[in-house]
């Protein structure tokens, strides 16, 4: 089974700081993206990227950069935190049009 | 605005009884699929069902999917404790990239 992990599952960081937030898989996936779940608001898609160093921007990417330097690992940049991105994160791969698979998700919390 | 909407919002039935839940969306799509998520966790992908596909079936999970009415139900039966967990649509824009859009989900609630 194809498996995503993500680096931490809890996460507390303080306001201004610089966060990253690392995912690898482990299936060759070509494709790789990064949401934040809130409640009442759903999932909502930051970036994505479909290739090593290559990205493109989801709905909602102010704030946040991303790295893709090898196939499987995603990295998701928070410059500089604020409280409005206490957030689940969730990080996915996938083949091309096929289902994702997720990993566990990142509870970050900005104080 | 969401490309898929869930409807109901939050469900509860009884142990053994088969859960209904819908998506509706308003784009025309590559494909839709249905995922699971247990509370605080990752989502766990289900079904996928193609725009030319009307009916598919796994295990205990049945998904249709009507194009001209945009829309799709995923319909559980016999019902068990742990099939208790948040059910979302996700929808694959036609001519888009691999990105899906998610609605807010439908929580089930099975009582044992």
């Known amino acids: 089974d194809v498996k995503v992990t993500q680096s931490s599952r809890y996460l507390v960081k303080r306001t201004g700081e610089k966060v990253f937030l690392e995912c690898v898989q482990d299936?060759?996936?070509?494709?790789m993206f990064w949401y934040r779940q809130d409640p009442g608001l759903g999932l909502r898609l930051i970036y994505f990227?479909?290739?090593?160093?290559?990205?493109e921007k989801g709905d909602i990417p102010e704030g946040y950069s991303v790295s893709r330097e090898k196939k499987e690992r995603f990295s998701l940049i928070l410059e500089s935190a604020s409280t409005n991105q206490t957030s689940m994160y969730l990080c996915a791969s996938s083949l091309t049009r096929r289902g994702y698979t997720f990993g566990s998700g990142t509870r970050l919390t900005v104080v | 605005s969401q490309q898929g909407e869930e409807d109901p919002q939050a469900l509860s039935i009884q142990e053994g009884e088969n859960a209904t839940m819908n998506c509706s969306y308003k784009?025309?799509?590559?494909?839709l699929q249905w995922y699971r998520q247990n509370s605080g966790r990752g989502l766990v992908h289900l079904i996928l069902?193609?725009?030319?596909?009307r009916e598919k079936h796994s295990g205990r999970l049945r998904v249709t999917l009507d194009t001209s009415k945009k829309s799709s139900s995923l319909l559980i039966t016999a019902s068990r404790a742990a099939d208790t967990a948040s059910y979302f649509c996700a929808t694959a824009l036609q001519g888009g990239s691999e990105k899906l859009v998610f609605g807010k989900g439908t929580k089930l609630t099975v009582n044992p």
């Open positions: 990227s479909y290739d090593v160093k290559m990205k």
């Open positions: 784009t025309s799509i590559n494909n």
């Open positions: 299936m060759d996936h070509e494709n």
């Open positions: 069902i193609r725009s030319n596909e």
